[in-house]
Every structure is written in structure tokens, then in C-alpha cells.
């Protein structure tokens, strides 16, 4: 394989990812961890975290990391067949505390139908519209009490407004 031409340092780096189904992964592990049969040895999946990791520091497998300035999560962090609640948020926000080269906020959330709370869902009475989404993802920091994103501290800002 030919070697890799000099980077270039003023070149944009997006990642873009999907589909970490939290709540799924975890859920399915502790499945497998209670008495269902899998082999090989099922791990503890964190899928969101891993991926994570695996872009600042590499894979233990030997994967390489990568550079980004950005990333663009296409959604569906949540991912139980019910739709998500308050113990799916603290778990993917947990799971974003994983991040130590890059901050929370250099990752801008698009929801996905995982994602989803339904206005007319029971766990979505008196709450705003796609409440889960907006207090755990927070993509316009309505809630960072919750999800620990910080509106100031994003590399591009952008509001409801624009």
C-alpha cells in the first residue's frame, strides 16, 4: 500500500455516525449476562462510548484513531423497542463522558425515530415535543442540566431561530 500523503492541516474533518442504540446494546448484554446462551462470551457493550474512543485513541484490535473536528450524529441513540426514557438518557449521556480530545458540543445531533417521544405517548403527557431527544441530546442546549451540552462552547453555533 502506497504511504499516505503529508496531511493537510487546514483540511475540515467531519465524522459522521448513527444508530448507537444504547439502550439495545446494554439491554441485550444483560440478557446474555441472566442466563441466555451466546458464544462466544458476550462483552459489555458500550456502543456509543466505544466508538467514542475508538476514533480519539484507537481500537484495541488495532484500528487507528482518526482526526475530527466535527461530527454529525445521525440519531437514534436511543434503541429499546418502548419508547426512551429518563434511565436511556442518563446512560448516553454517561456514554458521551467518554470523550477526552474533543468536547460534547463539537457533535451536532439530528434525531432518529428511536429518538422519538411521541405527543400523545403516555410518558410524553405535559412534556414539550420530542422531549427525550431534546433534554438528553440537547441539541440547542435547552437542557444542560441534563445533557451537559453548553450552547457557548459549540465550534458553530446555531439556534431554533436561524
Known amino acids: 500500500m502506497a504511504a499516505l500523503e503529508a496531511e493537510d492541516p487546514e483540511a475540515f474533518h467531519l465524522w459522521v455516525f448513527s444508530d448507537a442504540h444504547v439502550a439495545t446494546d446494554k439491554a441485550v448484554s444483560d440478557a446474555i449476562r441472566n442466563g ?40 437514534d441513540n436511543a434503541g429499546l ?5 429518563d434511565r436511556q438518557g442518563t446512560e448516553v449521556v454517561r456514554q458521551f463522558g467518554a470523550l477526552k ?23 410524553s403527557r405535559g412534556k414539550p415535543a420530542n422531549w427525550w431527544f431534546r433534554k438528553w ?23 431554533h431561530d436561524e
Request: proline letters at 12%; a negative charge.
Open 36 to 75: 441466555m446462551e451466546f458464544i462466544p462470551p458476550a462483552g459489555y457493550p458500550e456502543s456509543l462510548a466505544n466508538a467514542l474512543r475508538q476514533s480519539e485513541f484507537g481500537s484495541e484490535l488495532g484500528g487507528p484513531p482518526f482526526r475530527w473536528d466535527i461530527a454529525l450524529d445521525l440519531g
Open 81 to 85: 423497542w418502548d419508547l426512551p426514557d
Open 101 to 123: 480530545q474533543h468536547r460534547r458540543e463539537q457533535i451536532y445531533p439530528v434525531a432518529g425515530n428511536h429518538d422519538a417521544s411521541p405527543g400523545d405517548a403516555e410518558s
Open 137 to 159: 441530546i440537547d441539541p440547542l442546549s435547552e437542557n444542560p442540566d441534563f445533557s451537559g451540552v453548553e450552547a457557548a462552547r459549540r465550534p458553530y453555533a446555531f439556534s
